[in-house]
């Protein structure tokens, strides 16, 4: 149904400083994997089997994660050691893999129409990678906001209820409930203030976009913190067309601040044992 997935992935990662000084924040390892490669699993799962990663300076640790490492396959050849890139190994063979660079950090928006080069004429799926998601025992977010696409065929953001306090962090919609956890977007505010945010529903890093969002991107003013926002592309379309916000099945992680790299390390750990 949609076949390619976007990763936004050019981004500073200035939260977890040190660490991704010199290392691209998608590579950092909850247990033994990077962010990226979770992120890659859960496209899959969701039909996905073109991934295009928009990266920057500094990033090409990822470019060299899915690709094949001779030195290493020399060396582990024949061992047990092998089993470990077995994961890796399936998922290069049945994806492909194509990158731009994103020269300046002009938002999230700005990254989504570098893309369109990548993308071309067809929906698509964005996957933050920093957002990790996970559905014990059911199917994971982008599958379930796929399915929803095939029945509307619209614009879709994923959304959870955060605390008041977190508001501030997140694109918040407000939304008029149609059937149980789909919501018809009539609002969205990037970042608000408490006082300004339109309810407690904010947007996490899953969205699927129809083609025609690049149109409306090419034309958007940056808007916070001088960003060229896609929560005001959203916005945008949503006063012209359908576009929903859905309430997903599963747990996310917060993965680009300390202390949700920490939990899910911790409840991932504990999943594998
Ligand atoms: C971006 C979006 C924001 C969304 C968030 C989800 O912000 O701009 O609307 O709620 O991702 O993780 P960022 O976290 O990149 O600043």
């Known amino acids: 149904m949609i076949n390619k997935c976007l990763f936004p992935a050019a981004g500073y990662g200035t939260r977890f400083l040190p660490a991704t000084k010199a290392m691209p924040k998608e590579m950092l390892p909850i247990v033994n994997k990077p962010l990226?490669?979770?992120?890659?699993?859960?496209?899959?799962?969701?039909?996905?089997?073109?991934?295009?990663i928009v990266t920057g300076r500094g990033k090409r640790a990822i470019e060299d994660h899915?690709?094949?490492?001779?030195?290493?396959?020399?060396?582990?050849?024949?061992?047990?050691?092998?089993?470990?890139?077995?994961?890796?190994?399936?998922?290069?063979?049945?994806?492909?893999?194509?990158?731009?660079?994103?020269?300046?950090?002009?938002?999230?928006?700005?990254?989504?129409y570098t893309a369109q080069t990548l993308i071309g004429n067809e929906p698509f799926c964005v996957l933050l990678a920093d957002d990790l998601c996970i559905n014990r025992g059911g199917r994971g977010v982008l599958a379930q906001m796929v399915e929803l696409y095939a029945k509307y065929q619209c614009c879709i953001v994923a959304i959870e209820e955060v605390a008041l306090e977190e508001v501030h962090k997140y694109g918040v919609i407000l939304g008029q409930e149609m059937a149980k956890g789909v919501y018809q977007v009539q609002n969205m505010v990037e970042k608000p203030k408490l006082e300004e945010a339109p309810?407690?529903?904010?947007?996490?890093g899953r969205y699927i976009l129809t083609p025609d969002?690049?149109?409306?991107?090419?034309?958007?003013?940056?808007?916070?913190?001088?960003?060229?926002?896609?929560?005001?592309a959203l916005l945008q379309q949503a006063q012209d067309?359908?576009?929903?916000?859905?309430?997903?099945?599963?747990?996310?992680?917060?993965?680009?601040?300390?202390?949700?790299?920490?939990q899910a390390t911790n409840d991932f750990y504990q999943l594998q044992r």
């Open 36 to 52: 990226i490669q979770y992120g890659v699993e859960e496209a899959m799962e969701a039909g996905c089997t073109g991934m295009a």
């Open 199 to 204: 309810s407690n529903l904010a947007v996490i």
């Open 241 to 262: 067309k359908l576009v929903l916000a859905y309430k997903f099945e599963g747990k996310r992680y917060d993965c680009g601040s300390v202390e949700g790299f920490i």
């Open 66 to 112: 899915f690709d094949i490492s001779y030195e290493l396959e020399h060396q582990i050849n024949g061992t047990h050691k092998e089993q470990q890139l077995e994961g890796i190994r399936a998922l290069m063979q049945n994806c492909s893999f194509s990158y731009t660079r994103q020269h300046e950090m002009k938002g999230l928006g700005h990254a989504i």
């Open 213 to 232: 969002i690049f149109e409306v991107l090419k034309h958007t003013p940056p808007g916070k913190n001088n960003e060229i926002q896609i929560t005001d």
